[in-house]
């Protein structure tokens, strides 16, 4: 059984950073893709970072390209998220999730990231 614990997020003003982590287990090499998503009251789950565990290639969602950096420790199984220049329209829940050559079917309970002056 897979299990996503993601860390507590918070709040930040804008322009910001804000790292979050989540911790899994019972992944195999056979789900090699973990990821984060986001999601908005009313709204469908947004994807914003994938990463492949064995090759470590990672992909974005075009809204957070060159401001968040997935990256992984496969000794610590943690997957991180690190997030620079946050805007307000980065507020959301954000769950990290897992499943297999970018299809995920595994996720956290997700935690809250708030953007605000």
């Known amino acids: 059984q897979i299990n996503l614990m993601e860390s507590t997020g918070g709040s930040v003003q804008p322009g910001g950073s804000l790292r979050l982590s989540c911790l899994f287990s019972?992944?195999?090499?056979?789900?090699?893709?973990m990821g984060w998503y986001r999601q908005t009251p009313g709204t469908e789950r947004e994807f914003v970072a994938g990463i492949y565990t064995g090759s470590g290639y990672d992909y974005y969602a075009d809204s957070v390209k060159g401001r968040f950096t997935i990256s992984l420790d496969m000794n610590k199984r943690t997957v991180y998220l690190q997030m620079n220049s946050l805007t307000p329209s980065d507020t959301a829940m954000y769950f990290c999730?897992?499943?297999?050559?970018?299809?995920?079917?595994?996720w956290g309970r997700g935690t809250q990231v708030t953007v605000s002056p």
């Open positions: 019972g992944v195999t090499d056979d789900d090699n893709t």
């Open positions: 999730a897992n499943g297999a050559w970018g299809r995920f079917t595994v």
